[in-house]
C-alpha cells in the first residue's frame, strides 16, 4: 500500500479509495496515537456539505469511539473551524471530513492534533503503521467513547453543542480589529462548509454582504462556483456594485478575491496586503513573510522593496506552518488563498483572511485595486499534466534534464517549478518569464514531455 496522507490528509474517490472502512480505520489509529496519556479523550468531528460527508461522518465516528474516545460532532463548518474548537475544548484531535476544493464525487479526512495543529510527517508515519499492523486495542463496557450532544454527560459534561458555529462566528469578527460599516461584499461560498457562517462573519463584522452558491444540497459543493471558478464572483461583483468579492472553496480554508472592476486579486497580492498592513502596525514579526515556492517572482520584489523578508517552503500550507512555528513568525500563505494567521487561528481560514484584507481598505480608504497593485505579477503559465505515476514522472532523468536546460535558457529572468500533486495523479508545470511567448512555449514543451515519459 502507498503512502495514504498527501499534502492535506487523506483523499479520494468517495466510497471507493476512500471507503467507509478506511475511514474506521484511519479515525482508529489516530484516536490511538494522539490521544495516549489521556484516561478519556476527547475528539471534536465536522464535515462540509457534500453527500459522502454523512456516510464518511459515521464511520470516523465509529473509529474514535471504538478507541474510547468521546467525540463532539458539529456538524457543518469550514475546516478552520474545526481546528479552532479542537482548540477551545481542548480535545487531543480533531477530524474534518472534507475534499476542500475537490470535484463533489472526491472527499478526505484531515487530523488535527491538540490545540487544531496539523500532523507532522512522523505522526502520520506512526498512524500509517498502525493501520498497516491493524492491532487496535479495543476497549469494552464503559471504556468504549460517547457521542455528546446538546446535553453532554460523564467526563466531558462540560461540553456542548450549544452555541459552537455562533462561537466561531464571535472569534472571526475579534480576530477583524475593525469595523467594516461601509463595505459592500459579494461572497461566492461555493455551496461549501461556510454558506452560512461566511455570511453570519461579514454582517457581524458591519459589511454589507451578497452571498452567492450558499445553498448546499450535498451534490453542488464546488460546482462551477467557487474559488475554483471565478467567473461567477467575477459578474456578481459589477452586477451588484460591490467594493469587492470573496470567493470561498468547499471547506473555507481559502480565500480569493476580485476588485470592483472584476480583476483577480490572488493569494500573492492579498499575502503582500495583509503583510503590509501588519509592518504599518508593528505586528510582523520580524518584518518576514512566508510563502511557498508557488508564490510569483513579483511577490517576492514587492516585498523587498516595501523592506519585508520572505522566506520560502515547500507547497502545501502545513510546511508554511511548519515554518511559522519553527521561527516564530506570524503571517505566511500560498498563492492559491491560504493565508495563516497564527495570532488566529493554526490554519488557513478563508473568511478570516477576507475580513482582513477588508480591514485593510477600511482603514486606508483606498480600494482593493489600488492595495493590490503593489505586486506586479511577473508572467506565469501553470500545466497540470494527467500521469500514472506522478513520482517516477517527476523524477525521470529526461525531464530534470529538460528542466534544467529551461533554467539555463531563462537565467535570471523567469523560473521554472516542476512538482507532483500532493492530491491527484498530477504532475504541475509551472513558468514564468518575464518574456510571456516564452513561458507558455517552454511549459507546453515540458507538458509534452512528461505526458511522453
Do not use: W
Not at 472592476?261 to 508593528?282: E, F, K, P, T, W
Amino acid at each position: 500500500m502507498g503512502r495514504l496522507f498527501g499534502t492535506d490528509g487523506v483523499r479520494g474517490l468517495a466510497n471507493d479509495s476512500l471507503s467507509p472502512e478506511l475511514a474506521l480505520a484511519v479515525s482508529s489509529a489516530a484516536a490511538q496515537v494522539l490521544s495516549r496519556g489521556k484516561k478519556r479523550a476527547l475528539a471534536v468531528v465536522g464535515r462540509d456539505p457534500r453527500a459522502s460527508g454523512e456516510m464518511l461522518e459515521a464511520a470516523v465516528t465509529a473509529g474514535l469511539t471504538s478507541a474510547g474516545v468521546d467525540v463532539l460532532s458539529v456538524g457543518v463548518l469550514p475546516t478552520p473551524a474545526v481546528a479552532y474548537l479542537t482548540g477551545v475544548f481542548d480535545a487531543c484531535l480533531g477530524v474534518m471530513i472534507s475534499a476542500s476544493h475537490n470535484p463533489m464525487p472526491d472527499n478526505g479526512i484531515k487530523i488535527f492534533a491538540a490545540g487544531g495543529h496539523k500532523l507532522d510527517d512522523a505522526i502520520e508515519d506512526r498512524i500509517e503503521a498502525l493501520i498497516a499492523e491493524g492491532g487496535f486495542h479495543r476497549p469494552t463496557g464503559g471504556a468504549i467513547g460517547r457521542v455528546l450532544g446538546k446535553q453532554p454527560f460523564g467526563a466531558h459534561d462540560q461540553y456542548s453543542l450549544e452555541g459552537t458555529h455562533e462561537r466561531y462566528v464571535e472569534h472571526l469578527v475579534e480576530a477583524t480589529g475593525r469595523d467594516l460599516s461601509g463595505l459592500t461584499v459579494v461572497v461566492d461560498c461555493a455551496h461549501g462548509a461556510a454558506s452560512e457562517v461566511g455570511p453570519a462573519a461579514l454582517r457581524e463584522a458591519g459589511a454589507t454582504v451578497i452571498a452567492i452558491n450558499a445553498d448546499p444540497d450535498g451534490l453542488n459543493i464546488n460546482d462551477g462556483c467557487g474559488s475554483t471558478h471565478l467567473e461567477q464572483i467575477q459578474r456578481a461583483v459589477r452586477e451588484h456594485g460591490g467594493d469587492l468579492g470573496l470567493a470561498l472553496d468547499g471547506d473555507a480554508d481559502r480565500c480569493l478575491a476580485v476588485d470592483a472592476q472584476g480583476n483577480v486579486v490572488d493569494g500573492d497580492a492579498i499575502m503582500a496586503i495583509i503583510a503590509l498592513a501588519m509592518r504599518d502596525s508593528g505586528e510582523l514579526a520580524e518584518n518576514t513573510l512566508v510563502a511557498t515556492v508557488m508564490s510569483n517572482l513579483g511577490l517576492h520584489i514587492a516585498m523587498r522593496d516595501a523592506g519585508i523578508a520572505m522566506r520560502t517552503t515547500a507547497v502545501g500550507d502545513r510546511y508554511v506552518l511548519e515554518e511559522l512555528r519553527r521561527s516564530g513568525l506570524n503571517l505566511g500563505g500560498e498563492q492559491s488563498g491560504h493565508v495563516v494567521l497564527p495570532q488566529f487561528g493554526t490554519t488557513g481560514d478563508g473568511v478570516l483572511t477576507g475580513l482582513k484584507l477588508m480591514a485593510r481598505m477600511a482603514e486606508t480608504g483606498r480600494t482593493l485595486a489600488d492595495l493590490a497593485s503593489i505586486v506586479r505579477t511577473v508572467p506565469q503559465v501553470l500545466v497540470n499534466v494527467h500521469v500514472s505515476d506522478k513520482a517516477a514522472v517527476a523524477s525521470a532523468p529526461e525531464v530534470l534534464e529538460a528542466v534544467a536546460e529551461g533554467e539555463r535558457l531563462l537565467g535570471d529572468t523567469g523560473r521554472i517549478l516542476l512538482r507532483p500533486s500532493g492530491t491527484e495523479q498530477l504532475v504541475r508545470v509551472m513558468v514564468e518569464a518575464t518574456d510571456p511567448t516564452q513561458a507558455q512555449r517552454l511549459a507546453d514543451d515540458l507538458a509534452k514531455l512528461v505526458a511522453a515519459v
